[in-house]
């Protein structure tokens, strides 16, 4: 990553809070950035990637559960968490397919449990 602008170095005897401001990552006067999210800390930036990361497993996670219990619920979380997830770029976008996959398969099962048996319901006796 870039940044557009150069931080100027200062003499130890001229230090001001600008260039204390500029060398700490905030923004100097006159100071523009052109990239995006080039203005936040480096910080933010990485809760952000795990912030998608945790939902691309969380979507993989009820996905798969959703396959079994409560699929109205379950699939249609997982397949927004998946789709969040991938907008955000998140590292683990195998994972966030998987659970937009499983979401999606959550939904079949459950349209052909309602055609099937005419309830919202699971029913194992037969």
């Known amino acids: ?41 480096p910080e933010s930036r990485w809760g952000r990637s795990r ?30 968490m998946a789709i969040i997830a991938l907008a955000r770029s998140t590292s683990r976008r195998g994972r966030a397919c998987l659970g937009l996959a499983l979401g999606i398969a959550d939904l079949v099962v459950l349209a052909f449990l309602v055609t099937g048996t005419g309830t919202i319901s699971w029913n194992f006796a037969g």
């Not at 130890?12 to 999210?37: F, S, W």
């Open 51 to 80: 912030d998608a990361d945790g939902l691309a497993v969380a979507s993989f996670v009820l996905g798969l559960v959703g396959l079994l219990v409560m699929n109205l619920l379950l699939g249609p979380a997982a397949i927004v």
């Open 1 to 41: 990553m870039t940044l557009t602008a150069s931080v100027r170095r200062p003499d130890a005897d001229t230090d001001t809070d600008t260039d204390r401001n500029a060398r700490a990552g905030g923004r100097a006067t006159g100071e523009t950035r052109t990239e995006a999210g080039a203005g936040t800390p």
